[in-house]
């Protein structure tokens, strides 16, 4: 199974560009549109960057905030039904800004935010990173307590490996 996918790449050297650049997906290919004196290193820079981006903001659209609490409730209601409201995020949004894991939460205000990187992931792996925050709002750390709630989702293990697997090829910190 592949875990990455990275898409064909077409950049663009533009001399009439100056510091802008952009990025449009076109079929299967993207192309970057960069200007004509970047070095061969803020090319791949601004790749990586741009192809980031472009991730985001279609990922926003298929996967909006309001169907990541929709998803919230739905697992609540499946593995920590008894907790109820005690599992009750009080908000639950994606972020682009979370650059070394996978999602956060603070107990204090019942907030879990998920990274945009995990957008374009299988259903099962979204659903057990934000199963793992749920769970934190119902044991804060990361105890025998706390990973017997999150291995009441099936497919925990397989996740986390996945995640795993993930992190190495990204080489995310
Ligand atoms: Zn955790």
């Given at each position: ?12 050297r533009s001399?009439r560009r100056r510091r802008t650049v952009s990025a ?8 970057v549109l960069i200007p004509d004196q970047f ?7 601004w790749?990586?960057?741009m ?123």
């Amino acid at each position: 199974m592949a875990v990455t996918r990275k898409p064909v790449v077409e950049v663009r050297r533009s001399q009439r560009r100056r510091r802008t650049v952009s990025a449009y997906r076109d079929g299967e290919r993207v192309v970057v549109l960069i200007p004509d004196q970047f070095s061969r290193a803020e090319e791949s820079e601004w790749v990586d960057r741009m192809l980031a981006r472009l991730a985001a903001r279609e990922g926003r659209l298929a996967r909006s905030d309001a169907e990541l609490l929709a998803r919230a409730a739905r697992l609540i209601d499946l593995y920590l039904t008894e907790y109820g409201s005690a599992a009750a995020p009080a908000s639950v949004r994606w972020v682009t800004n979370q650059n070394g894991r996978w999602g956060s939460c603070t107990p204090a205000d019942r907030t879990i935010r998920i990274s945009h990187r995990v957008q374009d992931m299988p259903d099962w792996v979204i659903d057990y990173v934000l199963l793992h925050e749920l769970a934190h709002l119902i044991v804060p750390s990361h105890n025998a307590d706390f990973w017997a709630l999150v291995a009441r989702y099936p497919r925990s293990e397989r996740a986390r490996g996945y995640l795993e697997g993930v992190a190495a090829t990204a080489a995310i910190p």
